[in-house]
Structure formats: C-alpha cells, structure tokens
C-alpha cells in the first residue's frame, strides 16, 4: 500500500477543492484481472453530491498485474514508456489547467474541458503531443492516430525542436518535397499538410503566432498552398465484382477477406470501421440501420443509413459471423475489445489484412489493386451507372440532401431499397 500511494502522489493535485488522482475503472470488466482503463478522475467537492466528479480518458488500458507493476515503479521498458507517458500529460496538460481554475475559482468540468481542447505550446512537436492526448482524452482515436502519423513524419524529416516561427512557405515546401522523395502520395501528403495546418491555427489562433506570419494561404500571395492530389478510378464494374465473388480462394483467411470486402460493398458501401461494429440489434426486419462513425460527431444532423441484408451479404454473417445475440457483434472480431482505442487498433487490423489478401486475389485474377476503400466507390459508381436516382445513392451513403430534394422524395421503401442494391449482384 505504500508503494501504491509513493506512485499515486506523482499523478495527484489537490487545492481549492479539486483533486486528480489516476485511476484504473473495473467498472464494466467482467473479470477484475483482465485490461481496464486507466483515467484520470477529477474531484470537485463544491459540486452536486451525485455530479462531483468525472473521469478523462489516458487512451490506455493495463491488466491487474501490468497495474500493480506500474504502481510499484517497475523498469521494464513498456512499463517505464506508460510510465512517462502519463506523466508527462499530468505535468503539462491535466494538472496545469486544473489548477490555473482552480486557483482562479472560476473551476468547473465545463470550463475544464474547454480548456483542455485548446492547450498549445510554443514549439510544434510539442503541440502535437498535447493535441493527440485531448484527442485521445475526448475518445477521439481516429483522429488522435492521424496526429501521431503526421508527427512521425515531421520527426523523420527534423528531428531536431522547431518552433511555430520555423514554419514558413519555404519550409513547408522543402517538406513536401522531403515527401515527394519519399515516394508518398499526393494524398497523404496533402492529409500531413492538412493535419499540421491544424496545429499551426490553434497556434494562431492561441496568439502563439502573429497572423502576419501565417504561412498558408495564396501563392500567388507568398504564402504556401497545399497541393491537391489528382483523383484516381477506384470502382470496379460489375465484371470484375463477378470475378471477385466467384474466385476460387486458396486459403480460409483469403475467402474470408474477399467475402468482408464483398459484405462491404453490398452494404451500401459501408467502411470497414462501421461494419464491424454493427450489432445484431441493429437489424430490424431484415435491414441494417446504422450511423457513419466517420461523420456522427462531427456532423449536427445525424443521418440514418438503412441497408438491406440481401441473400449474399446473409450467406456471408452465416460463414463468418458470430451466434445472434440482442447484444453481440454481427462480426466476432471486436468480442474482446474493451475501450475504443482497443476498437481502432482492431479494426486497423482488420482493414490491414483484408488490404493484403484482397490484393492476392485482384493479382491472380489479374485485375487492378483494391483496397476496402474501394467498396463504396465501386457501390456508388455502379448504381449511377445504372441510372439509379442520385436521391437514393444519397441516402444509401448517408449524403446530405437538399431541403427541397428531400421534401419531394422523402425516405425509400424497404422494396425500393431491395431493388436498387440488386443491381449490384454480379448474376445480373
């Protein structure tokens, strides 16, 4: 208990009434030994008895033995990397903020939040890590790993600090070229430009630099523009999906990637993320409702997807599915995830497998390279190419559709949504 409370005291404020502490919650675990995560749980003592206190996500998760190594101070390297980790996001983050409130009096969960969304340093790698642990504090993993990549790619080309008064047109340029050199794609490229755009308007916008320094915008102004990637065909016709369908695959692993890339586009073209995350509870007479996890919170209107569950796409739940259950996955392969950084990392698995054995079976069929990305482009492009309404492509996606349009044409039936997804079978 001693050592529990030495270890505790390096990650615990308490002033003016608030108090941080880390924490590992069990709440929902079924077995106290398996991985639970760690939060950090803030205290304020002048609040309601049943609201007074609330908990911020680390991002991380550790079994019993991993927690109890951890409170002991153990030196094995994944522990000592946890280790700084959360200390170093107590030191610059949480313990800051909390107590700049909590000194000024003016201390509450909404105020803290707030404050923690907008933390920002002078020097740009540091930004970064501030900004993926509020990512991953707000549970948003995805972007948090978009973060982390763009970072990695700026450590590689300068490992040395470099602060927001660093970052000019002409050092931006010799950047994307480092990037070009790279062999990377103008999408990826332009997606690091974008994300470090991002770090460099909460710099500004944070008076850590002046507006007249500002060093994106025109061009033709001086300023560094982010260059536009050209678009790339990524659909394929219903001849190649035939052949993709039929394929006689050579591995069990092989039929099961070709047959959740089938599932996919079937599925309204629905991405892998939000795929594996359906339920069975969200089936109801014989069709899929969901939400895009892509654009659920960061969109105010939240629009309603409805799949139908055609014959095809219920053969493969029937191959590879787990036992229906009110609430068990359709897909097993999210069953023992806990938190939703476990979910990503998952799913990013998923994605990546099925990338590389799809790609086995366009190679032997001797047809293009695909990805999973290619399902919903394949999905809509067919369907256009069909000359199935562009309204009901647009609801199928989850595209937004004018007022107007969507006064005139409301909701499609369950038949008409049979019908239309039809078009896709390759026995057409």
Request: charged share 30%.
């Amino acid at each position: 208990m001693k050592k529990e409370k030495e270890k505790a005291s390096k990650l615990f404020y308490s002033e003016f009434d608030v108090t941080v502490n880390i924490t590992r919650v069990t709440k929902h675990a079924k077995n106290y030994e398996e991985p639970c995560p760690l939060k950090w749980c803030i205290y304020y003592k002048k609040a309601k008895k049943d609201n007074n206190r609330t908990y911020y996500s680390t991002g991380i998760s550790l079994n019993k033995t991993d927690w109890d190594r951890f409170l002991a101070g153990s030196t094995a390297k994944a522990i000592t990397e946890i280790a700084k980790s959360l200390q170093n996001h107590f030191d610059e983050v949480i313990k800051p903020k909390v107590k700049d409130l909590a000194e000024k009096g003016t201390f509450t969960f909404d105020a803290l939040s707030t404050k923690l969304t907008k933390s920002v340093g002078n020097e740009l790698k540091q930004s970064f890590r501030l900004k993926i642990q509020n990512l991953v504090t707000d549970n948003k993993i995805g972007n948090s790993i978009v973060y982390q990549c763009t970072l990695r790619s700026i450590e590689s080309y300068n490992a040395k600090d470099i602060l927001f008064s660093d970052i000019t047109p002409k050092w931006l340029e010799k950047y994307q070229k480092y990037m070009e050199q790279k062999g990377l794609r103008y999408s990826t490229i332009g997606m690091y430009l974008r994300t470090l755009r991002a770090v460099v308007n909460d710099a500004k916008n944070n008076d850590i630099i002046p507006s007249a320094l500002y060093p994106f915008g025109d061009k033709k102004k001086g300023k560094f523009e982010i260059p536009i990637g050209e678009g790339r065909e990524l659909a394929l016709d219903i001849k190649e999906i035939k052949k993709i369908a039929e394929y006689v695959c050579p591995s069990k692993t092989i039929e099961m990637c070709r047959d959740l890339w089938i599932y996919s586009y079937l599925c309204n073209g629905a991405n892998f993320g939000d795929i594996l995350r359906f339920k069975f509870s969200d089936i109801k007479d014989g069709e899929i409702y969901f939400y895009r996890k892509k654009t659920k919170d960061t969109t105010k209107k939240k629009i309603e997807i409805v799949a139908p569950i055609l014959p095809e796409m219920q053969t493969i739940i029937d191959k590879w599915g787990n036992s229906p259950s009110a609430k068990g996955f359709i897909f097993p392969f999210l069953n023992d995830c806990k938190t939703e950084i476990e979910y990503k990392k998952q799913i990013h698995n998923v994605i990546r497998l099925t990338n590389k054995n799809i790609k086995k079976v366009t190679s032997a069929l001797e047809l293009p390279d695909i990805s999973t990305y290619n399902c919903r482009h394949s999905y809509t492009t067919i369907l256009a190419k069909l000359r199935t309404p562009e309204s009901y492509i647009d609801q199928a996606t989850g595209h937004a559709v004018s007022t107007m349009t969507k006064g005139y044409i409301g909701k499609y039936t369950k038949q008409e949504r049979i019908t239309y997804n039809s078009l896709l079978l390759w026995e057409n």
